[in-house]
T-cell receptor, first 108, second 114 residues
Framework: KNEVEQSPQNLTAQEGEFITINCSYS?????LHWLQQHPGGGIVSLFM???GKKKHGRLIATINIQEKHSSLHITASHPRDSAVYIC??????????FGTGTSLTVIP | EAQVTQNPRYLITVTGKKLTVTCSQN?????MSWYRQDPGLGLRQIYY???????DKGDVPEGYKVSRKEKRNFPLILESPSPNQTSLYFC?????????????FGPGTRLTVT
């Protein structure tokens, strides 16, 4: 059972391109998180959303609660954005469920 | 500096030999969690704790134990490790209020069970 589905699994982009990563979930949630995992393995939190839209620098995250869908956008992509992006949902009972990640490579 | 530390970072052990992976955070966070990450399966939650002496099972708790005797520490115990517990393990913590949403992850512990 996959409570969280991400697409695409792999993504290659040219520097400067606009990138979208999608996340769909099937469980009731209290919040949705976007994470970034660097090639060395370290994981950092990017956003937490429970409604609407958030922006941080070149990153934008949106969520549609009714459709159980979220998107992460990267504007003006840069090689340093190359990483695995992971969607995670926090269930009503504080459990976390994760997508399998989107591996992004940005080519100079 | 706000951080979550895990030890050891790398561990190779044999089937059946009890081991403990320690996790400590310096942010006075209420919520702590253990995850394992496997290729093709992504991150999966093992156990979580909402405060001292309060723990609950995640998605894949079989074969693991945890304890939360102090707020800062949340050790993961494998009483009798098996090869299917070979994985990359992450500990994480976060606060309990909305403003403290950010989940801080430890650097990971790569465990191999032969």
């Amino acid at each position: 059972k996959n409570e969280v589905e991400q697409s695409p699994q792999n993504l290659t982009a040219q520097e400067g391109e606009f990138i979208t990563i999608n996340c769909s979930y099937s469980v009731g949630i209290s919040a949705l998180h976007w994470l970034q995992q660097h090639p060395g393995g370290g994981i950092v939190s990017l956003f937490m959303l429970s409604s609407g839209k958030k922006k941080h620098g070149r990153l934008i995250a949106t969520i549609n609660i009714q459709e159980k869908h979220s998107s992460l956008h990267i504007t003006a992509s840069h090689p340093r954005d190359s990483a695995v992006y992971i969607c995670a949902v926090r269930g009503i009972g504080n459990q976390f469920y994760f997508g399998t990640g989107t591996s992004l490579t940005v080519i100079p | 500096e706000a951080q979550v530390t895990q030890n050891p970072r790398y561990l190779i052990t044999v089937t059946g030999k009890k081991l403990t992976v320690t996790c400590s955070q310096n942010m006075n966070h209420e919520y702590m969690s253990w995850y394992r990450q496997d290729p093709g399966l992504g991150l999966r939650q093992i156990y979580y704790s909402m405060n001292v002496e309060v723990t609950d099972k995640g998605d894949v708790p079989e074969g693991y134990k945890v304890s939360r005797k102090e707020k800062r520490n949340f050790p993961l115990i494998l009483e009798s490790p098996s090869p299917n517990q070979t994985s990359l393990y992450f500990c994480a913590s976060r606060g309990s209020t909305g403003a403290l949403w950010e989940q801080y992850f430890g650097p990971g512990t790569r465990l191999t069970v032969t």
